[in-house]
């Protein structure tokens, strides 16, 4: 474990350094483009600090995108109509070619494709659960908690719940749709956490996953692995040790 932990905290000095070495080139410093490490490093920040940012990015955003996705082609492959709808959307606003480009703004168009993500991400949450340690004494309910007691929040808990969702084992990506978004009580959906300690990455996320499935729906037909049951397990990241199999039927061109 130890040699393991060397090699991540190498790594990211590696890019720390490497990043260090770019701003004190008068060209690169001319480029138009701006990295999230020199967002970091404009705002003063160094040493743990900036270590444990990088890492954040580096460690905790790839597993979790990844099983994000998985998880939201997996519902796809058993839903043959809200792939159609989703894939309408998707050439309505990109075109019929299952190769052309899809762009930021074509993103950020496509609102049932946020629909379906976000419900994928509600029935499977991918950090189940969270805490948070309090730092004054709290009265609630007539029970004093004093300082530094630490809670824990069942977000998966909180998405089935009846009380806040209606029919919550039931995959609706209408629910998420601008006409009826309103209507989820605010932090009842809370897949990367909430407040102020909240998902540095949530942003980058969503358009990772948004654009990966858009990709796979506009080239690709989804279709389910018969007889096939999620087995999930719950760890610091929700898995499924059965895996999320699809089978990837390419579009006519």
Excluded at 39 to 49: A, M, W
Excluded at 63 to 86: I, N
Excluded at 161 to 181: C, D, G, L, T
Excluded at 206 to 233: D, G, S, T, W, Y
Aim: aromatic share 8%; net charge neutral; charged share 25%.
């Amino acid at each position: 474990m130890e040699s393991v932990l060397n090699t991540i905290k190498k790594f990211t000095r590696d890019v720390i350094a490497k990043a260090e070495a770019e701003r004190q080139d008068s060209v690169v410093n001319e480029k138009s483009k701006i990295h999230l490490i020199d967002i970091l490093f404009d705002n003063k920040l160094s040493g743990e600090t900036l270590n444990d940012q990088i890492n954040t990015f580096i460690l905790a955003g790839h597993d979790t995108v990844a099983q994000a996705m998985g998880f939201t082609l997996y519902e796809l492959s058993r839903r043959s109509a809200v792939q159609q709808k989703l894939l309408e959307e998707i050439q309505s606003i990109a075109g019929k070619d299952p190769n052309a480009d899809i762009t930021y703004k074509d993103l950020q168009e496509m609102k049932y494709l946020e629909a379906v993500v976000k419900e994928s991400m509600r029935l499977h949450v991918i950090v189940p659960v969270i805490e948070r340690k309090i730092s004054h004494d709290i009265q609630h309910n007539g029970i004093r908690y004093p300082k530094d007691t630490t809670f824990m929040f069942n977000i998966d808990g909180i998405h089935k719940s009846e009380k806040y969702f209606a029919n919550p084992k039931e995959y609706n990506p209408n629910r998420f749709m601008p006409e009826n978004a309103h209507l989820i009580l605010k932090n009842t959906f809370v897949p990367f956490s909430v407040g102020p300690r909240d998902c540095i990455g949530k942003l980058y996320a969503m358009l990772e996953i948004k654009f990966f499935v858009a990709k796979c729906i506009q080239k690709f037909e989804l279709l389910p692995v018969e007889n096939h049951n999620l087995k999930m397990l719950g760890e610091i990241v929700n898995k499924s040790i059965t895996g999320t199999p699809v089978i990837f039927k390419e579009r006519p061109a």
